[in-house]
């Protein structure tokens, strides 16, 4: 399998390659992230883009546009007569569940670490370090959660967080070593803006949606089985 390092510095070539194309979708993630109410959509859309980008597809930025939740809102009744859009309007759906669910499970770490804060105690301490080190485990486990629900043919909320629980658990090793890898873009991210806009977002995404191809092996992405052919009756061979 693939080091962190050789998927990240694969992301950065990807990103290259197409960087007109993630220029304008970096802007406008960073535009629906700003709205909060947005968000959500705005990270399914980055998450699908990059997974292309991962598996060596030709992406567009139009493609990105495709699946904003905003777009789809105003043609709502044009695109639900199509298969396709309409599954990726309920897809929509199963993003905004996972965020809220995810969201849901910072906010205990949160309460929970400040709540054992306030005693000085020797054993509050422990608790308040399991709670501080749940934090570091809820950071890693967002390498592999979108793409997680991204790669599915049917959409599971519960089965994408249970699926980049395993992998972070199975491979740690590789898991906080991309882990520091986006650490390192983001920090040196943080002093100049423009980089934020341009490569950030894109970069960290395919190299999370890389990581999760590269380290699952097609998980969650098997074809439906065939129905084996039915056996023939004594009456009717020849």
């Known amino acids: 399998m693939p080091s962190p390092f050789a998927l990240f510095w694969r992301a950065i070539k990807q990103w290259w390659g197409d960087i007109y194309a993630f220029w304008l979708a970096n802007l406008i993630w960073t535009l629906g992230a700003l709205l909060v109410v947005t968000a959500p959509p ?13 598996q060596d597809e030709t992406v567009q930025w139009a493609q990105f546009l495709r699946q904003q939740f905003l777009r ?14 309409r599954q990726q309007f309920l897809r929509q759906q199963f993003f905004w569940g996972l965020t809220l669910l995810d969201g849901f499970i910072l906010l205990l770490i949160a309460a929970n670490y400040q709540f054992w804060g306030h005693f000085i105690d020797g054993w509050a301490r422990w608790i308040q370090s399991f709670w501080g080190a749940a934090f570091l485990v809820w950071l890693l486990w967002q390498l592999y959660l979108y793409p997680a629900l991204v790669v599915q043919a049917r959409p599971n909320v519960f089965r994408a967080m249970r699926n980049a629980l395993l992998l972070m658990v199975n491979d740690p090793l590789r898991t906080v070593g991309l882990g520091l890898l986006c650490l390192a873009l983001l920090t040196a991210s943080v002093g100049v803006v423009f980089p934020i806009f341009m490569a950030t977002p ?11 191809l590269a380290y699952t092996g097609g998980m969650d992405r ?3 089985r065939a129905a084996p052919p039915a056996r023939r ?3 009717d061979k020849a």
């Open 233 to 235: 009756r004594r009456s």
């Open 202 to 212: 894109a970069v960290i995404a395919i190299a999370c949606n890389g990581a999760y």
């Open 72 to 85: 789809q809102q105003f043609l709502r009744q044009q695109f639900l007569r199509q298969q396709f859009l």
């Open 42 to 54: 705005a990270a399914a859309a980055l998450n699908a883009l990059t997974r292309q980008t991962a």
């Open 222 to 224: 098997h074809p439906e």
